[in-house]
Each structure stands twice: as structure tokens, then as C-alpha cells.
């Protein structure tokens, strides 16, 4: 099966109401980015230090935080501020530095578009045949069109509310351009890719029964991971650990239940 030719949703999977325009209070993002940053960065760095102790012999101490995952992220806005002393804006879907780069309103939900180029530029206005912008000196190159950005997006968002999102994916279809729709959480996982790349995880656990989850974003060649497991219950797995990494000896593990020190759940 083929990837999309098009970034599906560029990670954005939420449905209206869309930060579209910029300014307004600050917004929560959907899940908790620095977390899943900072675990990231932690994998990383613990595969690198296995690496290094396996070269040299000698382990390392790994110092992983929030706030370190939460500011190395900041990227191009805290390069922009540390160089030029530019503070950050809020910009909605809008890119700071590309225009156009954002989503927009389409007839029946959004679609984001992302001219990374002058080229780019061009094949949006021939599929949204308004060739004419392109012989408009205001948008000649990048830098002209985030100084006129007002007018360039006003143009551009009258002609996208004039048809559907899949008509507009449609029509970008090969031209280079990477476009993609604001999806729902439903129609994620009714996405072919989505499935295609096995993105959802089925696992029986112990009292829930069935249950589904996301599935990992990494898979190799040359091996299969272990099938996966449900989270464990809250001493599941007590008598495991106490015999197999422990090494306590039967008696003394009934020992330990029986004067409740320990306890091993039930369902399990």
C-alpha cells in the first residue's frame, strides 16, 4: 500500500472550534506535548548511554525534566528570540515566517495547505485557478507575501470556502503541494493509512476485557515486538516480582501475603 500523497492532517485531528485567525487567549494543546517530549527524549537518551556503556564500560546518569523537554522544543521561536529578540505571537494555524501556510475554511470543515516555497506558491494559486496572483508583485517571493499576508489570505480563504475539503484534496491531488484536512478523532481511525500501519492495538485485559489503544509509530524489519500486553492492575504482578527478580523463596512470598506487606490482586 502506498503512503498519501498528501500530509493527511499534518498532526492536527481536531474539529472546529479551530484556533483559524491569531490572537485570543492562550489554548491548551489537545494532549500533553511536554510529556510525551520529555519520554522522547528520555528513550534517547537511555538508548545512547546503553550504547556508550557497551563501548566503554562505564554508565552514565541520565537528568531528563519537563522543563528542559518543554523549552528545547521551542525550536525557530526560541532561536528567533535569542538572535533577533523577536517575542513569539500567537498565530493560530498560521505559520510565522510562510505564508501560506494554515489552515482554511472550506465548505463543509478545513483543509491545511503548506507552501514552503516560491514554487509551491504557484501551484496553489493553478489549483485554485487564480493564476493571476502569481504575477502580483506583493506576492512575488516568501518574504513579500508575510508582509502583505492580511491580503494574500483573504483572497485565498474566499476561494476555499467554495467547495468541500475532499474536493480541495482532491484537486491537489500530485501537484506537490502538501495539503491535508483537519480530521476528527473518528475519522482518524477510519483512515486506511492509519489502519494500513496498524495504529490501533487490540489487547484483552483482565477486567476491562477488549480493549484498544494506540499503536507504537516505529516498526523494524527485522523483527517483531512481543505482543502487546495491557497495563497491569495495581499488584499484578507481585508474586512475579518477588520470585523471578527477587528471588524469594515460595514460603517467604506467602509469608509476605499473609502478613498483607505485600498483596497480589486477585483478577489477576
Known amino acids: 500500500m502506498q503512503e498519501h500523497k498528501y500530509i493527511k492532517g499534518f498532526g492536527i485531528i481536531t474539529r472546529p472550534p479551530v484556533a483559524l485567525v491569531p490572537g485570543g487567549e492562550p489554548v491548551r494543546p489537545g494532549v500533553a506535548m511536554t510529556d510525551l517530549a520529555a519520554g522522547l527524549y528520555a528513550h534517547g537518551a537511555v538508548m545512547a548511554a546503553l550504547l556508550q556503556r557497551h563501548r566503554t564500560g562505564t554508565g552514565s546518569h541520565i537528568?531528563?525534566?519537563?522543563?528542559?523537554?518543554?523549552?528545547?522544543c521551542l525550536s525557530h521561536i526560541a532561536a528567533n528570540y535569542l538572535n533577533c529578540g523577536w517575542e513569539a505571537r500567537?498565530?493560530?494555524?498560521?505559520?510565522?515566517?510562510?505564508v501560506p501556510y494554515q489552515a482554511f475554511t472550506t465548505k463543509d470543515g478545513?483543509?491545511?495547505?503548506?507552501?514552503?516555497?516560491?514554487?509551491?506558491?504557484?501551484?496553489?494559486?493553478?489549483?485554485?485557478q487564480l493564476r493571476e496572483l502569481t504575477e502580483e508583485p506583493r506576492y512575488r517571493t516568501n518574504k513579500l507575501r508575510v508582509q502583505n499576508r492580511k491580503q494574500l489570505i483573504e483572497t485565498l480563504s474566499h476561494r476555499f470556502r467554495q467547495h468541500t475539503t475532499s474536493?480541495?484534496?482532491?484537486?491537489?491531488?500530485?501537484?506537490?503541494?502538501?495539503?491535508?484536512?483537519?480530521?476528527?478523532?473518528?475519522?482518524?481511525?477510519?483512515?486506511?493509512q492509519v489502519k494500513h500501519n496498524n495504529l490501533i492495538l487490540e489487547m484483552k485485559h483482565p477486567t476491562a476485557g477488549l480493549i484498544r489503544v494506540p499503536g507504537p509509530a516505529v516498526h523494524y524489519s527485522s523483527f517483531e515486538p512481543p505482543e502487546a500486553t495491557p497495563p497491569p492492575l495495581i499488584g499484578q504482578h507481585t508474586v512475579q516480582v518477588l520470585r523471578n527478580t527477587l528471588s524469594y523463596t515460595d514460603d517467604a512470598i506467602k509469608s509476605l501475603l499473609a502478613s498483607k506487606v505485600v498483596a497480589q490482586n486477585v483478577a489477576s
Open 110 to 128: 478545513h483543509v491545511v495547505v503548506a507552501a514552503g516555497n516560491d514554487k509551491q506558491f504557484v501551484k496553489v494559486c493553478q489549483v485554485l
Open 167 to 192: 474536493e480541495w484534496l482532491r484537486f491537489f491531488e500530485g501537484s506537490g503541494v502538501p495539503v491535508g484536512p483537519i480530521n476528527s478523532i473518528q475519522e482518524v481511525f477510519c483512515d486506511t
Open 90 to 98: 500567537r498565530w493560530g494555524t498560521a505559520h510565522e515566517s510562510i
Open 63 to 72: 537528568d531528563c525534566n519537563l522543563l528542559s523537554a518543554q523549552v528545547s
